[in-house]
């Protein structure tokens, strides 16, 4: 297992060190350490069950971890919220927690930092400005909708997730986490997400992209973390890796050649 | 029963009361009150009233308003209302007055019911007299102001006072009240004359 | 990666007034509602008179006030089953209070409004902390409720009404602000139906033009992606409950000082009455959608039915069935048109 590749000089955005997390007796995540960087991609893969979901609680605030060391720009934090992770820069975009598919787009674009005019008992939404920005920022993602009061759930899947990664960008998130962004997506839709999400680290922000996908990670990451069952099994740059090789370490390694044998050994 | 313990039972079922082998029954009938409500109808000189009965499926008020239908000279028309909701009898009462103004009597089958049927007459106009089942302490005051025309009294403290004195009695000395039949507490006519002086007892809770 | 700019103030105005209308919740219920009213204009003497019409709308308005934050509280994803029993259980504290306590009946009503609120605040608590489905939770309340009504009239007043307070001091001028009658042109209103109107514009308000009500559609839509962009989804579930206490507060105030003496077992079937007024207006029963209008049309089209049917004097044994089945043609109605208002849009 080759060692973390340390940016020196600079400090990452988001970084774990050694962290753990138990819940009761199971040990979703073992000794875990990754960097994100701003305008860097950082691509967390793993099977079903590797603690891709548990890390991105913790990241985004939801879950507090055990031991170990959890960073935001240099700082040593506990988020006790998700509020209070956002607070602090961080915006996750969850892959079936996105959205409200009944609320309409401008209303969810806005939902839990929505603007408002006006003072005391009159303090109201400032709804025109909400459209317009919507609109806007949708704008300047790529997405041109005609009708942002349309019920977000009647966009597609790729559409939510971009309104979500656009609303992200907007609301200053220095560092976006998405967890499975193109999971339930087909080809099309997955190149729309990512070139959403190459957007945004153009725009200077860092991501933790958690697939299970090393294709889609290839294409837009920086940074690969494996995860299996808890543990780091890899960590590399784009540089130490070929596409082939993440691949494989992906999909089992040796323990896939060891399956081989034995699938070829009995004649199948 | 079975145990051997002996039974009364008081208001309402005086039917089934023998069957069952009780002692005696105590109550009012109903079809009786009812009928003595539409003769006192009749003495007023109504001519058409409207039964409100506040809980639909109840065989005892049925009972009473099919008694006055009996004995009414005029016409008896019945009007379910939702006895859990005040205003919504309020608002019925007054809609039915408005819908059709030639009802010049309204019975209501439970005392605090008047008052509303009073206050349904105000809002849909007109002089419908009212008169009540049971009595408390607002019929008592109405009565006497004149804002209710009579009211059908049963006597439940009587009802529920003489069932235990009779238990005592069987117990004491074997003796049962009725000849087989239910022993009647009611009708009794309340009107104004009577009025004023059971006000005090209708305070207190017993009349 | 760039997009070229379409010129926005054209595409905006295509959103045009007609289309922004069928798009509303409301839409079907208004259909409906004007259904019925035509329905029975035709069939009842009466109906359509002006004092008629008042009739209808007290009526209405009973409902209507506690339709508005039931609605608010569907929209937000629970169920209140308690609020027909709360209505009494406000008006029996303001009663017993004012009897047996006090010399002045508004120190009763100010005890029975911080008495209310904090039934509903306890709703919205259990709620939050237990996370059981509301459905229940207000099921015990509503039984428990139902129980202290009783148990605390007959204990308290001796029987199961209570006394009357109309000879109390300030009896007259809380009268006057819950129970009163307004004359508009000759005729007479009551004075519920300016409150009903309030808290629709106040309810609706809330909804649509603060964050607020934002909130309220995310929590009913989904609650968990509320929970995770940092909206207040428990403060917010009890702000709602503590919403329907308020609303009871107001019609319990408006039941005592109609009636005087409250009758303690009153209330009990409201609860479905109010949600099936919200849900005839538009509002989803598994949240997310819907309108305070839209639980004012709905409680309209239940006063319309309900009296409408007195109005036409059908014959009563079939009232309930009439009620029903009016009902149910009001609401198929209702989705039906929204139906046709979707496929247009």
Known sequence: ?268 | MKAGIPVVTVNSGSEESRAFGALTHIGQDETIAGEAVGDELNGRGRKKALCVLHEQGNVGHEQRCAGVRKTFDGTVQNLYVEGTDMSAVQSSVGAKLQADPSVDAVVTLGAPYADTAVKAREDAGGEAEIATFDLNAKVAAGLEDGTLGFAVDQQPYLQGYEAVDLLWLYRYNADTLGGGRPVLTGPQIITRDQAAELKGYAERGTR | MTATAPSADERLTRTSPLRRLLGRPELGSVVGALAVFLFFALVADGFVRAAGLSTVLYAASTIGIMAVPVALLMIGGEFDLSAGVMVTSSALISSMVSYQLTANVWVGVGVSLLATLALGFFNGYVLTRTGLPSFIITLGTFLMLTGLNLGFTKLISGTVSTKTIADMEGFSSAKALFASVLTVGGVDFKVTILWWLGLVALASWILLRTRAGNWIFAVGGGKEAARAVGVPVDATRIGLYTGVALAAWIAGQHLLFSFDAVQSGEGVGKELTYIIAAVIGGCLITGGYGSAIGSAVGALIFGMTDKGIVFAEWNPDWFKFFLGAMLLLATLLNAWVRKRAEATT
């Not at chain 1, 300047?140 to 971009?162: A, F, K, N, W, Y």
């Open chain 1, 1 to 268: 297992m080759t060692q973390p590749a340390r940016n020196t000089g600079r400090t990452p955005l988001v970084e774990l060190d050694d962290v753990s997390k138990h819940y009761g007796g199971v040990r979703a995540l073992e000794g875990v350490s990754l960097e994100v960087h701003a305008g860097e991609i950082t691509c967390v893969l793993g099977d079903n069950g590797a603690g891709k979901s548990t890390l991105i609680k913790i990241i985004a605030g939801l879950h507090r971890h055990d031991t170990g060391t959890f960073r935001i720009e240099g700082e040593d934090i506990r988020p006790a919220s998700p509020r209070e992770a956002l607070d602090r820069g961080v915006a996750t975009v969850y892959q079936d927690l996105a959205v409200v598919p009944l609320m309409p787009v401008w209303r969810n674009f806005f939902l839990g930092s929505e603007p408002r005019k006006g003072s005391g008992p009159f303090k109201r939404l400032d709804v025109g400005l909400m459209r317009r920005t919507t609109r806007a920022e949708l704008l300047r993602m790529g997405i041109d909708l005609r009708d942002v009061d349309q019920p977000i759930g009647t966009l597609s899947g790729g559409e939510r997730q971009c309104v979500a990664i656009a609303r992200a960008v907007h609301f200053g998130a220095k560092v976006l986490v998405l967890d499975e962004p193109t999971a339930a997506l087909g080809v099309k839709q997955s190149g729309v997400v990512l070139k959403y999400v190459a957007a945004a680290r153009d725009a200077g922000l860092g991501v933790v992209l958690i697939t299970h996908n090393p294709h889609h990670a290839y294409l837009v990451g920086n940074r690969f973390v494996l995860l299996k069952r808890g543990r780091t099994i890899g960590s590399h740059t784009r540089e130490e890796i070929t596409l082939d090789e993440l691949t494989r370490q992906m999909a089992g390694g040796s323990e896939l050649d060891d399956l081989r044998h034995e699938l070829e050994g009995e004649g199948l």
